[in-house]
């Protein structure tokens, strides 16, 4: 008897269960999404903005890390892994290549508006999880020295304009080639904060050369995404 009424309570359960796991999943998915201007760049598939007016994601669960922000109408934005870190500007899409030419921002700053060099993010930090760089992308690794260390340097670094910074300390290295593992160690230097940067081969701005570091990083560099099997709605 008692094991009878087991059966009956969950019998009588397994309709609501179903109901409100029916109503979970069809909420957190949406109604799709639409194909939408930033600038004068059109995002779609994968890609997603949120609603303006109620802030509703149009993305299907597990597709967070493909939605885009739109900075002031004029570009779209990725966002950054690292909380309160700034994220890529999106120059182009390619869809159908799995294709995304950025400007890391964080770096941009470092020349600009920043007063201070810390936090020192290495570019590849800040990719959420589907995103990774192409490799057929080259670094420029850029150094924050102490007096002593930079006082040291060997010929083959260039003094940079870090307004983060003392700029007789800071210098940048080019011509690093890609490293799918990220083992960039024998570049470090004692007495040096490091950040690796990928930036473009064969840049816009001509030869990829310490001389024009800045221009390489605002020419930008290519990312490619992994598209994985979207999770069960179950």
Known sequence: MHGRFLILVWAWCL?????????TAE?????????KRCGNITI???????????GRSCGLPGASD???????????????????SPGFKIINISVGERSLRVVDL???????TSKSCL???NTSV???????????????????CTEEAA??????????VMRCANATNTFVRTEVPYDPTGNYASYALEGCDAIVVPVLAGSPSGKTNADNYERLIDDGFLLTWDLDPLPPLF
């Not at 493909?66 to 892994?81: E, G, I, K």
């Open 106 to 112: 964080g770096k941009l700053q470092l020349f600009h």
């Open 66 to 84: 493909f939605q885009l922000r739109c900075l002031n109408s004029s570009y779209p934005v990725l966002r950054s892994s690292v909380p309160y």
């Open 119 to 121: 936090p020192f993010w």
């Open 15 to 23: 309709p609501l269960m179903v109901a409100v796991t029916g109503t």
């Open 151 to 160: 006082a040291r340097r060997g010929t083959e670094l260039v003094k940079t």
């Open 126 to 144: 800040k990719l959420g999880r589907p995103f990774r760089i192409d490799p057929v992308s080259h670094n420029l690794i850029l150094y924050n």
């Open 44 to 54: 779609s598939d994968p890609f997603w903005l949120p609603d303006e007016e109620t």
């Open 27 to 35: 909420d957190q998915q949406g109604e799709g999404c639409s194909a």
